[in-house]
T-cell receptor
Framework: DTGVSQDPRHKITKRGQNVTFRCDPISEHNRLYWYRQTLGQGPEFLTYFQNEAQLEKSRLLSDRFSAERPKGSFSTLEIQRTEQGDSAMYLCASSLASGNTEAFFGQGTRLTVV | GESVGLHLPTLSVQEGDNSIINCAYSNSASDYFIWYKQESGKGPQFIID?????DKRQGQRVTVLLNKTVKHLSLQIAATQPGDSAVYFC????????????FGTGTLLAVQP
């Protein structure tokens, strides 16, 4: 499978715990994005990497959230001290770096904070 | 609240009919637009895109129309099939925003056999 891969697909955690999600983009794609989607809504932009550089972060990304892409390939999104409001689908997407081109999404990680 | 968000606009069509899904976008400076299809429990799937220097683009069974004057985007699906049942989102990229997508409210397409 040469698409965007996310792991895990589902995560249930207790409030206050830390969680980490992984995204493996399409191999030749320089750009990687994280989005969050709640039920019935469209995805909302969280952050964006070009290669290993994190170039933009949304105001939605509180201090409890951190994303990395250390070698410009896979990326991780960590949420510290999870809250019930963090429950959502976390989507990763990747695209080529040449101008505006289509972004391809992974299947997402469904987080439930209990 | 979240319960309001569950009430997506819904388009119900008969199998074989043509479908038209509409979207109003927000930023007059947006220069790139994409339609995505999302099935339950899955990530958004790219359908078709259009740049702001065009007003129409066709793909396989799908056509996207762009009206910049009224900031309106539509997706036409010909000969709708049960497999087309999903939530459809339009997304825009403001000029210079390097592919950051701003998604609109989705539309649930329900195809009746």
């Amino acid at each position: 499978d040469t698409g965007v891969s996310q792991d895990p697909r589902h995560k249930i955690t207790k409030r206050g715990q830390n969680v980490t999600f992984r995204c493996d983009p399409i191999s030749e794609h320089n750009r990687l994005y994280w989005y969050r989607q709640t039920l019935g809504q469209g995805p909302e932009f969280l952050t964006y990497f070009q290669n290993e550089a994190q170039l933009e972060k949304s105001r939605l990304l509180s201090d409890r959230f951190s994303a990395e892409r250390p070698k410009g390939s896979f990326s991780t999104l960590e949420i510290q001290r999870t809250e019930q409001g963090d429950s959502a689908m976390y989507l990763c997407a990747s695209s080529l770096a040449s101008g505006n081109t289509e972004a391809f999404f992974g299947q997402g990680t469904r987080l439930t904070v209990v | 609240g979240e319960s309001v968000g569950l009430h997506l606009p819904t388009l119900s069509v008969q199998e074989g009919d043509n479908s038209i899904i509409n979207c109003a976008y927000s930023n007059s400076a947006s220069d790139y637009f994409i339609w995505y299809k999302q099935e339950s429990g899955k990530g958004p799937q790219f359908i078709i895109d259009i740049r702001s220097n065009m007003d129409k683009r066709q793909g396989q069974r799908v056509t996207v129309l762009l009206n910049k004057t009224v900031k309106h985007l539509s997706l036409q699906i010909a000969a709708t099939q049960p497999g087309d049942s999903a939530v459809y989102f339009c997304a825009e990229t403001p000029f210079g925003a390097t592919n950051k997508l701003i998604f609109g409210t989705g539309t649930l397409l329900a195809v009746q056999p």
